[in-house]
């Protein structure tokens, strides 16, 4: 595990003091050690967080061969049964780590090599002959790669911070990525806060040679659907399969649990197969006002399967605590499970370098409530339309003023009654949307919303809803999320803040062979109108407590809501206001004190536009001396 960086170039005009300085920016990913190489032609930096061969897996790391030269940021789970394949072919090797593997595996296969992979990577290999670049993120974007070409260089890292310590003076924001953001909370790829870095989509890679480059899709999870559906015994056996694969390491690994299935599962069978105590890890909120306590359900399963739980106790958010995260992230990030994350992160770290997480459940075995909204649509999809308009419809808003318009659960029911007269992808579209275009318009500034294509950020889900027009609606809006959703929010938040303290955060349930196993089950076995991860629970029956299992899922998120309608009012009110103020202010001020009235009396739940709105002005704040024009 580790932070990568480096460039490509036709003519020397970076050298090692520049990746020296890009490869600085990464110690919190790699405290253990450093590595550079440069020439004239290439430079290629990593710090490593050292978890696999501790004393011999130094980078960068040349192939056999001598040709090729590489520096990856991960995890290979598979490198053992790979490195004997390649042994057999006389292939000899001089440490005992995986980035070797990874390395003559493509020497002898090519790109080939990269869906054979059991892992997480980000990876950068340079061609000696060729003098050609490749740049390769996993399948389903558990690491990440950012990259900006200027002029016929091309610059990388796994953050945008080791870009930008090699790009001087201020830089474009690219206002189509504050659209998304406000719409979405996150910025989906390729698209980052500034217009001259992109990010490598999951699944692909990146070509650069002669100072011209193009990208390409190297996997696609539509591969697996047509397979056979798997059985009971099946899945258990695959879920064994991947927490075996992810406790591959040579430090102790622990786990994050929540008390939630996912994460239940994770830890039950990480104790089935040590010798040892696993270490696991739960926060809770201290405030009553909020959902998220499940600490009791974790102490449930520590009785039932006997491993070492450490639980601490975290006050409501504060603003204060959005400006680490902007440090993490390097631009907005509005997924308000941030704050708990951090907190659980730095928790962990005090004790171990790796835990595994629950991530990636929801998105495969079928978690989300909106996937139960899209079962749901469907059925009344084919009731006649003066039935849907004239009882579902304002049946479902009745609900929606019972719950409470200012409450989680009201909107919820209201953003999906205000969609029942569309088609199926229209409903989930509007539904993931946390702000409608002309809410959007409202809050941008003039100069932001000049440049605003809102039929481009509609197309970030648009174009993959009709990449998979072929499948059922539940699994193609679960075919959406697993390349948005997944790779740029929940993974995303892993890495960014795993990293931010140096910790490793491995997540066998967004495991490749296990993404490819799960998609085969059908839609009656995700989710159903009365049950989600309806064949997941079925498989996982025997391993849990029956409260565990039956209890509602209650989510991984900070008492956001709660907070700006008390002490956070105030303190958002002076952040918009500051902004306004700034030199270049990306939002205006009114329309948001507007939401945020309207939130403080409990009128409407503006909790995700507000914070997404307070990540936005605090990114700006830190990053005053680099923002430039807007377009």
Request: with cysteine; proline share 5%.
């Amino acid at each position: 595990m580790c932070g990568i960086t480096g460039f490509a170039q036709t003519q020397p005009a970076l050298g090692d003091d520049a990746l020296r300085r890009m490869t600085d920016t990464l110690v919190r990913r790699g405290p253990d050690d450093a590595g550079h190489y440069a020439d004239a032609h290439v430079g290629l930096g990593m710090r490593r967080l050292s978890i696999i061969d501790l004393e011999g897996g130094q980078q960068p790391i040349r192939s056999h061969s001598g040709r090729y030269l590489a520096v990856f940021n991960g995890e290979i789970y598979n490198y053992r049964e790979l490195r004997t394949e390649l042994v057999a072919k006389g292939v000899v090797f001089r440490s005992h780590g995986d980035g070797e593997v990874l390395v003559n595996l493509y020497e002898e296969e090519g790109i080939a090599a990269f869906d054979r992979l059991r892992g997480m990577f980000g990876v950068a290999l340079w061609d000696t002959v060729e003098r050609e670049l490749l740049l390769v993120r996993d399948p389903l974007g558990i690491k990440p790669i950012f990259y900006a070409a200027r002029g016929e260089t091309l610059l990388f890292g796994s953050e945008m911070k080791a870009i930008l310590a090699a790009l001087p003076g201020r830089l474009a924001v690219d206002a189509q990525a504050l659209d998304a953001v406000l719409a979405y909370t996150y910025i989906p790829a390729p698209l980052t806060i500034w217009k001259e870095i992109r990010k490598l989509r999951p699944g692909h890679y990146l070509r650069w040679r002669d100072g011209r480059w193009s990208e390409h899709r190297y996997w696609d999870l539509l591969n697996a659907a047509d397979q056979p559906p798997p059985t009971v015994e099946e899945i258990r056996a695959a879920l064994d399969d991947t927490v075996r694969a992810h406790l591959v390491s040579d430090v102790e690994v622990g786990a994050f649990l929540s008390g939630g299935l996912d994460s239940s599962t994770l830890v039950a069978r990480a104790q089935h197969a040590m010798d040892s105590q696993i270490r696991a890890f739960s926060v809770r909120f201290d405030t009553r006002s909020h959902l998220f306590d499940e600490t009791g359900y974790a102490r449930q399963l520590q009785q039932a399967c006997g491993f070492e739980l450490h639980v601490e106790n975290l006050s409501p958010s504060g603003y204060a605590a959005i400006t680490d995260a902007m440090c993490a992230f390097d631009e907005p990030f509005a997924d308000d499970s941030l704050m708990p994350s951090d907190a659980i992160s730095a928790m962990a770290a005090q004790y171990l370098k790796v835990v595994l997480s629950g991530a990636g459940g929801d998105e495969f075995f079928g978690g989300y409530n909106r996937y139960q909204g899209v079962v749901l649509h469907q059925r009344l999809a084919a009731l006649p339309s003066w039935l849907r308009a004239g009882v579902a419809a304002p049946g479902l808003g009745l609900l929606s003023a019972v719950l409470g318009p200012g409450s989680r659960r009201g909107d919820l029911v209201r953003r999906f009654s205000r969609d029942l007269h569309r088609d199926a992808d229209e409903a989930y579209l509007g539904y993931i949307t946390a702000a409608p275009p002309d809410i959007r318009a409202a809050l941008l500034a003039p100069v932001v919303a000049a440049a605003v294509d809102a039929e481009a950020t509609r197309a970030l889900i648009g174009s993959l809803q009709s990449r998979a027009a072929s499948l059922d609606p539940l699994k193609r809006a679960m075919y959406v999320d697993v390349n948005t959703y997944l790779p740029e929010d929940v993974l995303a938040l892993s890495d960014r803040v795993g990293m931010w303290h140096s910790l490793e955060i491995r997540t066998p349930l967004a495991d490749k062979v296990l993404a490819e196993f799960a998609f085969r089950l059908p839609p009656a076995e995700l989710v159903t109108r009365k049950q989600k991860k309806v064949g997941l629970r079925r498989a996982v029956a025997d391993w849990l407590p029956p409260e565990i299992l039956s209890h509602p899922k209650q989510g991984f998120e900070g008492p956001t809501a709660s907070w700006l309608r008390e002490a956070g009012a105030g303190q958002a009110r002076a952040a918009f206001e500051a902004h306004q103020a700034s030199a270049t202010p990306l939002l205006r001020v009114e329309p948001l004190e507007q939401l945020l009235a309207e939130h403080a009396r409990g009128k409407a739940d503006h909790a995700k536009r507000l914070f997404t709105a307070l990540t936005v002005v605090e990114w700006a704040r830190l990053n005053a001396d680099r923002i430039g024009s807007v377009s």
